[in-house]
């Protein structure tokens, strides 16, 4: 595994700045950000995801939030077509 740094918080302070790299073994991406606060969690939980998908976050996984300015940094596949699971 080789990690590729693509992005900052932009004008970002010395630390603790969302951060994006790119696993370029697997394609994950590595996201260092601020941790949902506890309102954003219920409310995720309160929408839901895909019918019969428990709403607990597992203690292996962890929410955080993205800050919008940080989308810029995501690579996107060439075709964009890509819904993911949206439970259709």
């Known amino acids: 595994m080789a990690l590729e740094f ?3 918080w932009p004008n970002t ?3 603790g700045s969302p951060t994006i790299w790119l696993d370029d073994t697997t394609g ?3 996201i260092q950000s601020w941790t949902a606060d506890d309102e954003t ?10 019918p019969g998908h428990s709403t607990d976050v597992p203690d292996h996984e962890s ?3 993205l800050p919008a300015n940080m989308l810029q940094f995501i690579p996107r596949p ?4 890509t819904d993911g699971n949206r439970g259709t």
């Open 6 to 8: 693509l992005g900052i």
């Open 13 to 15: 302070p010395d630390d």
């Open 28 to 30: 994950d991406l590595i």
């Open 41 to 50: 969690v219920r409310q995720a939980q309160e929408v839901g995801s895909v």
């Open 63 to 65: 929410m955080i939030r």
């Open 78 to 81: 060439d075709s964009e077509a």
